[in-house]
């Protein structure tokens, strides 16, 4: 299967609310390899500017994948005028979008599926989760946190994702606990020590980083970044190692190994 990018136009076959203005888009996968937990794709809705429209493309990790029906899901949390454009889609018209882009899981762990994991969401960090779950054949719990427990996905819609999960919201409202994703992740890891995979804010992943550093278990985290051209150009996303070296998200990441990415530098 063809590994390079490419940017072409994709069919729109469903769009479905799972949540509070969250939504998942379902178009015609073009070729590439969307398998690989993490690898992201570029998405346009919209022409060209000047006519009030974003400069840039949209970047968003693929959600799930079924190679066969060739269906390709992104989950999107509308936060301004390029996911409204997105949730203005309907089934029938066609979107731009530019990948598979960047390095997921599998360049990191190649035998991924096999890995006991603990998985750790926070908020919209919820989408390159299920394509990891999807696949994986190893004991697996997803922790999912939200700010806001009005704004965690529909439940039913997750227990479909994951078979074991805790949902969490620092105001305990809605189906989930009350309190931060962290809590229950070192209460598991206290009675089993696993790897961990997150995506999220950049406070949720700087601070796994000590975590797993704590108790010894290898740390991956899909991190999110400025993203101008997503082809390793433009430096807009480069990142610092604790070696001194810099990483650009968009080609070596966004999934990187949390034990050497310097969460104090940009
Ligand atoms: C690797 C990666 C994976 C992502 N995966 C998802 C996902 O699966 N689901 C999801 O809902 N969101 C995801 N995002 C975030 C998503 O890209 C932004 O929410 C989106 O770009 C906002 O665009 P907007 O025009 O609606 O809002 P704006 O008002 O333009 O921006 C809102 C916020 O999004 C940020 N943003 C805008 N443009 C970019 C850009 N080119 N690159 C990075 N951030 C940008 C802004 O800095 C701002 O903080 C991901 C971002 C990155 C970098
Ligand atoms: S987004 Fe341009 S180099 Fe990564």
């Known amino acids: 299967m063809t590994d390079a990018p490419t940017i072409t136009q994709a069919p729109v076959l469903a769009l479905t609310w799972r949540g509070q203005n969250l939504f998942q888009l379902t178009i015609l996968a073009p070729p590439g390899d969307w398998g690989d937990p993490g690898r992201l794709a570029k998405l346009r809705a919209w022409g060209q500017p000047p006519a009030g429209q974003p400069l ?11 190679p066969g029906a060739r269906e390709l899901d992104f989950l999107i949390r509308v936060v301004g005028p390029g996911t409204q454009a997105l949730a203005q889609l309907r089934p029938g018209q066609t979107l731009q979008i530019t990948g598979p882009l960047g390095q997921g899981l599998r360049r ?11 998985l750790v969401a926070g908020g919209v960090g919820l989408a390159p989760q299920a394509n990891l779950l999807d696949q994986l054949q190893a004991p697996a719990h997803l922790f999912y946190g939200e700010r806001r427990g009005q704004a965690l996905i529909d439940h039913d ?8 999960f805790t949902a969490i919201s620092e105001d305990g409202l809605g189906y989930g606990q009350k309190g931060q994703v962290t809590e229950p992740l070192l209460a598991a890891l206290n009675q089993e020590r696993r790897a961990i995979f997150a995506c999220g804010p950049p406070g949720l992943l700087t601070a796994l980083a000590p975590v797993a550093r704590t108790y010894k278990v290898p740390y991956w985290a899909s991190v999110e970044a400025f993203l101008a051209c997503g082809l390793g150009v433009c430096l807009s996303c480069s990142r610092a190692l604790t070696d001194g070296s810099r990483i650009r998200l ?4 966004p999934v ?3 034990l050497t990415l310097d969460w104090g530098k940009p």
Do not use: E, I, K, M
Request: hydrophobic content about 30%; aromatic content about 14%; some cysteine.
């Open 56 to 66: 840039l493309d949209r970047p968003f990790s693929v959600h799930r994948y079924r």
């Open 108 to 118: 990191l762990q190649p035998d991924f599926p096999q890995t006991p994991l603990y």
């Open 157 to 164: 819609y997750l227990a479909g994702l994951a078979p074991n």
């Open 250 to 253: 968009c080609q070596d990441g």
């Open 256 to 258: 990187v190994d949390g």
